[in-house]
């Protein structure tokens, strides 16, 4: 007999999760009959509690299903006190939860609400002709969601955000909080700036949250690696409050993370971030 979704979580340990292997997939689908889709839109009031929404108070969840069979769970943060466009969408936190984990094709992105035209121009990065976007209702292409679609191609540049060449930054360290930041940064997207960069934040029971550059070719929707690491450090079941070292390493180019990036981490945080650029 199928079980409830939260049954099935709480039996295979899978109740704090925010990604899922292919695995943990085929056992939750098999415990609760499931299909992958109903399954996927199921999951999303996991993503939605992970939500910081001081601001709108409305709570998005998103779920990015890339080409390995793993499931990421992403979720919207929002920082009090600051202009609006310091605030991260869930679909970017999901797609950004994959790329850190090195994944480099999403097939599908399940979300609570359909995505805005922010999202929407966000996922075209990936420059994917067959990216699926599946919500409650309905399930439509991003190609029917953003037709005539400006991107990467526009701007001259082939592939897409997952996809990238890694950089050569580097500098001489032994510090592992620095050499975890300055690993985002290389594997970074940022074709538009060259401003590859990527953040490293350690909590007091010793996890890393990390965060990389995902650029865009229309600007306004790139996501910073510091947006990136404080959506996981929610993801992961911790708050900001937690942080007790944060760092960045970012290269020398026409723009600058540092100031934005510390001043998003100083409405959440009192720990002062340490920036390296090189």
């Known amino acids: 007999?199928?079980?409830?979704?939260?049954?099935?979580?709480?039996?295979?340990?899978?109740?704090?999760?925010?990604?899922?292997?292919?695995?943990?997939?085929?056992?939750?689908?098999?415990?609760?009959?499931?299909?992958?889709?109903?399954?996927?839109?199921?999951?999303?009031?996991?993503?939605?509690?992970?939500?910081?929404?001081?601001?709108?108070?409305?709570?998005?969840?998103?779920?990015?299903?890339?080409?390995?069979?793993?499931w990421y769970l992403g979720a919207n943060l929002e920082?009090?006190?600051?202009?609006?466009?310091?605030?991260?969408?869930?679909?970017?936190?999901a797609i950004g939860h994959?790329?850190?984990w090195g994944e480099r094709r999403i097939d599908k992105v399940v979300v609570t609400a359909s995505p805005c035209g922010h999202c929407r121009q966000f996922m075209n990065e990936l420059n994917q002709d067959s990216l699926a976007i599946?919500?409650?209702?309905?399930?439509?292409?991003?190609?029917?969601?953003?037709?005539?679609?400006?991107?990467?191609?526009?701007?001259?540049?082939?592939?897409?955000?997952l996809n990238?060449?890694?950089?050569s930054l580097a500098f001489d360290t032994e510090d592992p909080l620095l050499l975890?930041?300055?690993?985002?940064?290389?594997?970074?997207?940022?074709?538009?700036?060259?401003?590859?960069?990527?953040?490293?934040?350690?909590?007091?029971?010793?996890r890393v949250c990390r965060g990389r550059y995902l650029e865009n070719a229309a600007f306004n929707p790139s996501l910073s690696p510091m947006q990136?690491?404080?959506?996981?450090?929610?993801?992961?079941?911790a708050t900001p409050a937690r942080i007790r070292q944060a760092v960045m390493v970012e290269a020398e180019a026409g723009i600058r993370q540092h100031d934005t990036a510390a001043q998003t981490l100083a409405r959440l945080s009192p720990v002062a971030l340490y920036s390296l650029a090189i």
């Open 228 to 237: 990136l690491a404080l959506s996981q450090v929610l993801l992961q079941g």
């Open 164 to 167: 990238a060449p890694a950089g």
């Open 79 to 93: 920082v009090d006190g600051l202009p609006l466009n310091h605030s991260l969408h869930a679909e970017q936190s």
């Open 180 to 206: 975890a930041a300055l690993a985002e940064a290389n594997a970074s997207y940022a074709p538009y700036s060259q401003n590859r960069a990527g953040v490293a934040l350690l909590l007091d029971d010793g």
């Open 1 to 70: 007999m199928a079980q409830p979704l939260d049954q099935a979580l709480q039996q295979l340990q899978l109740d704090t999760h925010c990604r899922f292997s292919p695995a943990q997939i085929d056992a939750l689908q098999q415990a609760t009959g499931l299909g992958q889709d109903e399954l996927a839109l199921a999951l999303l009031p996991l993503a939605q509690q992970k939500a910081l929404v001081p601001v709108s108070h409305f709570r998005v969840g998103a779920l990015a299903i890339a080409d390995s069979g793993h």
């Open 134 to 161: 599946v919500l409650p209702q309905t399930r439509q292409s991003l190609a029917e969601l953003l037709p005539h679609a400006f991107g990467p191609a526009d701007l001259g540049i082939d592939g897409g955000m």
């Open 98 to 100: 994959a790329a850190l």
